[in-house]
T-cell receptor
Framework: QQQVKQSPQSLIVQKGGISIINCAYE??????FPWYQQFPGKGPALLIA?????SEKKEGRFTISFNKSAKQFSLHIMDSQPGDSATYFC?????????FGAGTRLTVKP | DAGITQSPRHKVTETGTPVTLRCHQT?????MYWYRQDPGHGLRLIHY???????DKGEVSDGYSVSRSKTEDFLLTLESATSSQTSVYFC?????????????FGPGTRLLVL
């Protein structure tokens, strides 16, 4: 039973466009929601994270939107660039337990 | 870079053989984790450690054991490897960032069980 559901599985966006990846969770005890970026052959790297007491967090071109009542959160990548092509994972932490979504492979076409 | 190294980076082995993967950290973090990554499943926790000789099971611990005899090293052992354990294995540490503990990952070990 996957506690964090991520969509879409894959996403193709034109350079300069907006990439949107969505996640939904079930466990209301989750208290921290990070996003990770992974390039081929590398480990996942922390990209941006949010706590449930805020509805939005922005860092450069990356924004997390958080809807606590709907138990959903999303990653928006503005002005997407070919260098953003990677796999993105959402995650949710409750206590010491971190649960990950299945991942979204993003391709940004030049 | 959280000062994490994993060895070996690649390994091919045969079904039924024992395999040990090593995670080494240089920053004296208390918490260490082993995950496996498979297509369609994201990352799933195998075991974790909260101190020397202190370990606990994760979501997919069957067929795996771990040991931590010193702070800097966390070993993952497949006692008798099976083809279903073909995967990419990631070690992680937990580090505080702005008052929140979050996880940082090593480069991974790609394991193929024939």
């Amino acid at each position: 039973q996957q506690q964090v559901k991520q969509s879409p599985q894959s996403l193709i966006v034109q350079k300069g466009g907006i990439s949107i990846i969505n996640c939904a969770y079930e466990n209301t005890a989750f208290d921290y929601f990070p996003w990770y970026q992974q390039f081929p052959g590398k480990g996942p790297a922390l990209l941006i994270a949010i706590r449930p007491d805020v509805s939005e967090k922005k860092e450069g071109r990356f924004t997390i939107s958080f809807n606590k009542s709907a138990k959903q959160f999303s990653l928006h990548i503005m002005d997407s660039q070919p260098g953003d092509s990677a796999t993105y994972f959402c995650a949710a932490r409750g206590g010491g337990d971190m649960r990950f979504g299945a991942g979204t492979r993003l391709t940004v076409k030049p | 870079d959280a000062g994490i190294t994993q060895s070996p980076r690649h390994k091919v082995t045969e079904t039924g053989t024992p395999v040990t993967l090593r995670c080494h950290q240089t920053e004296n973090h208390r918490y260490m984790y082993w995950y496996r990554q498979d297509p369609g499943h994201g990352l799933r926790l195998i075991h974790y450690s909260y101190g020397v000789k202190d370990t606990d099971k994760g979501e997919v611990s069957d067929g795996y054991s771990v040991s931590r005899s010193k702070t800097e090293d966390f070993l993952l052992t497949l006692e008798s490897a099976t083809s279903s354990q073909t995967s990419v294995y990631f070690c992680a540490i937990s580090r505080g960032l702005a008052g929140v503990e979050t996880q940082y990952f090593g480069p991974g070990t790609r394991l193929l069980v024939l």
